[in-house]
């Protein structure tokens, strides 16, 4: 929004959200990503880290939905995409 932007930025061409993604790395600014709607489900928010920060993140493994742990969390995403947001 801060950029005048519409939802199209995130539905449309790959080939715009890359350009649009490219302007901003290069930006003076130098932002460490960009915070989004998810193409798929647009009131859930998507992010796209850029390569320049990626020495000063951490990641940690967490497991896999198929591990017995989270059986809920699974079957909760699994809803979500069969009935939508509200399972």
Do not use: N
Request: contains cysteine; charged residues 25%; glycine residues 8%.
């Amino acid at each position: 929004m801060r950029l005048g932007l519409d939802g199209r930025i995130c539905t449309g061409s790959y080939a715009v959200a890359q350009a649009w993604s490219d302007a901003l790395r290069r930006h003076p600014e130098k932002p460490d990503g960009i915070l989004f709607p998810s193409r798929h489900e647009l009131s859930l928010p998507s992010c796209a880290i850029f390569e320049t920060v990626e020495s000063e993140l951490r990641w940690e493994r967490w497991g896999s939905l198929d591990e017995p742990q989270f059986a809920d969390e699974l079957s909760t995403l699994l809803a979500m995409g069969t009935m939508g947001l509200d399972p």
